[in-house]
């Protein structure tokens, strides 16, 4: 374990406050999925690492028990295990295809206790500031959760941001949301299918979220509308006996074109789950891939047991009721709203991230500040696949990136201004991905692999 | 390193019950746990014959896995190398702490597998038959009858004098030879045409040991074998192939713990 910082004497100091120097120790933000991933890689490059923590435990949101967990009764990945699990720590055989969320969980714990990262983990404690220190370090200002005692700031070589995106509800400002007599409730504040059950549920949203509650209501609700903006694929969990992402990577690997790729994959689907108009959906504005796939088998068979019954965009909410965007008005007594996650790094000021108005970063392959080459990002991205085995080779990135600026600064420099600080802003999926604010950070795990696999590939080049 | 892994995310490997003995010492000591792999044909009841209970001893969780189709793991006629090392890596992911891997024979050809799959703390390679054409010139040489009928899909068998000195009693030896299964016929064949590994993830430190005297692997196999991970081979002179039954077993998985112990470097 790394000595512990309150023994340190401060010798420097900022804006009158002391400041406690850790050397060339990299700090992580969060011990979620991206950050346990973070602290295992830079420990396996042979960085010392502090890990910040607010909650208690690893997994976050992953972990049921943490207040931002997004996680609810039902929650399983829409991903198989090998696309979900970190590619040098496969889960179990014996599990199934798609585990269960607390199965996610003790996959993680398992991870955390595996290769040791726990005591480089400092728990209940939120970072507060992160600010550009001398010589392209950081000063990290941190404090108990929940505001206790004193703040304290440290000195670090570097800083891995993995605070999640997946926390921060996003709920629109409807019309005449404030003056609405019925429960409204953020789908992160949904927990278990008893809350629904002889209620009148409206379900917002398409996503995967918003189908599996909508699939729940459909059980126990007396009436569930599920309203959704436009019409989207909906992929089975399985296709002709296989879970549908590995069939979907087993087409990826004949490298077909993009085009011929979208029509055999809408084919497949025609096929598998057929013309949505029949059960009175919208039939999908846009081609597959353009969108987060939405994975579900139980949607559709529940809107044909008349469980669901499938509504157009809210217009406005009224006293008693919810007027929808063809003009019908519908009375429940709960709205679900399975509206999305916003990202937030409040302990960051936007132009260390270079976030655009909307508060959107603009990073190198979403995680590479082009600005300060001691900053990055893991696991600001949604993908086709699960995030872990995308955060995994994210974090192996970085910390090569880092043990080479440390080894070989000029060739650091040579590489960082001919490959990272030039090289524009792309987006690593082949399909026009719907520009909603939940697809900016949508990527394709093959595209943005092959992207990651050639900064590694370049790291070892310059390295040599 | 490669990133993109269609074979794993498109066709993985299916699951299949699996053999895994194990020896825990009786204070947790903070040593890191030790995964032997055995040879093809041979199962994790090899090291549960003296290595385990020995390692045990002197502080070490060891375990052994029979990879499948070995041993007590269910049978698998198909198999491949691949399937072998993802049993390893499942079994190693599946112990507490970061494990230590120690292929024996074939063994070794899929730990170097496994590491490109797990980063282990360390791994050993224990007379690693790490095949190609001159281990397969070397083996028609000494033992054509046992070797040949595996190019037709037969069982490859060594004769029991190639496994063991002479200084284990023949009754012994011809127990433990008749306790002897084989790999499938694929994994055979793959000794002989396989791709290279992929370079092993976590960048392990490697120990190399074997027999001048096995007749199995060559002095030389052993050097080249070595020399790949950057050191030279830790040698047991007067051993035959399987180090782990051979009457003077203590020697080599002493060296191999002592390494171990002073950091495995």
């Not at chain 1, 340190?8 to 060339?24: F, I, K, M, Q």
């Not at chain 1, 590995?246 to 025609?270: M, T, V």
């Not at chain 1, 520009?435 to 943005?448: I, M």
């Not at chain 2, 070995?70 to 112990?95: C, E, I, N």
Request: one cysteine or more; proline letters at 8%.
């Amino acid at each position: 374990m790394t000595t512990s910082t309150d023994h340190d004497s401060a010798t420097l100091w900022r804006d009158g406050r002391p400041v406690y120097d850790r050397g060339e120790t990299v700090c992580v933000v969060g011990a979620g999925p991206s950050g346990l991933a973070a602290v295992k890689n830079l420990r396996e490059h042979g960085f010392g690492v502090d890990c910040y923590e607010r909650e208690t435990g690893v997994g976050g949101g992953w972990n049921w028990r943490h207040d931002r967990s997004p996680v609810y009764a039902s929650a399983h990945p829409v991903s198989s295990k090998p696309l979900t699990q970190y590619p040098d720590f496969p889960m179990p055989d014996d599990w199934p295809d798609y585990p269960h969320h607390s199965q996610v969980l003790a996959y993680l714990e398992r991870y955390a206790d595996h290769f040791d990262l726990r005591p480089h983990i400092w728990f209940g404690t939120e970072v507060v500031k992160v600010e550009p220190a001398d010589g392209m370090r950081w000063d990290v200002t941190t404090r108990s959760t929940g505001g206790y005692g004193a703040e304290r700031t440290h000195r670090y070589a570097a800083v891995v941001v993995a605070n999640g995106h997946n926390w921060s509800p996003n709920l629109p400002a409807y019309d005449g949301l404030d003056d609405f007599k019925g429960r409204v409730i953020h789908a992160s504040a949904y927990k278990d299918p008893a809350e629904l059950r002889g209620k009148r549920v409206l379900v917002i949203g398409g996503g995967n979220t918003g189908c599996d509650i909508a699939v729940e209501a459909a059980q126990q609700a007396s009436r569930c509308w599920h309203s959704t903006r436009r019409g989207y694929w909906y992929a089975p969990k399985y296709l002709l006996g296989r879970p549908a992402d590995q069939f979907h990577d087993a087409i990826l690997r004949l490298r077909l074109p993009l085009r011929l790729r979208q029509w055999l994959l809408q084919r497949i689907l025609r096929l598998a789950v057929g013309d949505l108009r029949r059960f009175g959906m919208r039939r999908p504005d846009h081609k597959v891939f353009e969108t987060h796939p939405i994975v579900n088998s139980q949607l559709i068979y529940h809107v044909g047991h008349g469980g669901i019954a499938p509504v157009p965009d809210v217009a406005r909410f009224r006293q008693y009721s919810v007027e929808l965007a063809d003009g019908t008005e519908v009375e429940p007594d709960v709205v679900v709203a399975a509206t999305g996650y916003q990202p937030r790094f409040e302990f960051l000021a936007p132009e260390a991230l270079a976030a655009t108005a909307e508060g959107r970063p603009r990073l190198h392959l979403h995680a590479f500040s082009r600005r300060h080459p001691t900053l990055a990002v893991a696991g600001l991205i949604e993908s086709d696949s699960g995030i872990l085995p995308l955060v995994h080779w994210q974090t192996v990135a970085i910390a090569r990136w880092l043990r080479l600026r440390e080894a070989a600064p000029q060739r650091a420099g040579e590489f960082w201004a001919g490959t990272v600080a030039k090289e524009p802003d792309r987006r690593w999926t082949g399909a026009k991905v719907k520009d909603t604010p939940r697809h900016w950070f949508e990527v394709s795990h093959v595209d943005y692999l092959r992207a990651l696999q050639k900064m590694i590939d370049g790291l070892a080049g310059a390295r040599a | 390193m490669r990133l993109i892994r269609f074979d794993d995310w498109a066709k993985p490997v299916p699951p299949v019950r699996r053999e895994v003995l194990s020896a825990t010492p009786e204070l947790d000591e903070g040593k890191p746990p030790v995964l032997f792999v055995p040879g093809f044909g041979h199962g994790a009841w090899v090291f549960a014959e003296f290595w385990l209970e020995h390692a045990a001893g002197r502080g070490f969780a060891a375990h052994a896995v029979s990879p499948r189709g070995h041993g007590g793991s269910a049978g698998s006629p198909k198999a491949t190398l691949r399937a072998y090392a993802h049993d390893v890596v499942q079994a190693a992911a599946s112990l507490p702490r970061q494990a230590v891997l120690v292929g024996h024979g074939a063994g070794a050809l899929v730990v170097e597998r496994a590491l490109a799959r797990y980063p282990a703390r360390a791994a050993v390679l224990a007379a690693p038959v790490l095949g190609g054409w001159a281990t397969f010139g070397a083996a028609v040489r000494r033992n054509p009858g046992g070797t040949l009928p595996a190019i037709f899909g037969g069982r490859l068998r060594l004769r029991r004098r190639q496994l063991f000195s002479r200084e284990v009693p023949d009754a012994v030896a011809k127990a433990y030879a008749g306790r002897l299964g084989r790999a499938s016929a694929r994994a055979q064949w793959q000794l002989l045409l396989h791709r290279a590994p992929e370079p092993a993830v976590g960048d392990p430190p490697v120990l190399v040991v074997g027999s001048p005297d096995d007749r199995v692997v060559p002095a030389s196999a052993l050097t080249r074998a070595a020399r790949r991970y950057g050191g030279a081979p830790l040698l047991f002179p007067g051993m035959g192939h399987d180090l782990m039954l051979d009457a003077r077993w203590r020697e080599p998985i002493d060296a191999i713990l002592d390494w171990l112990e002073k950091g495995g470097s």
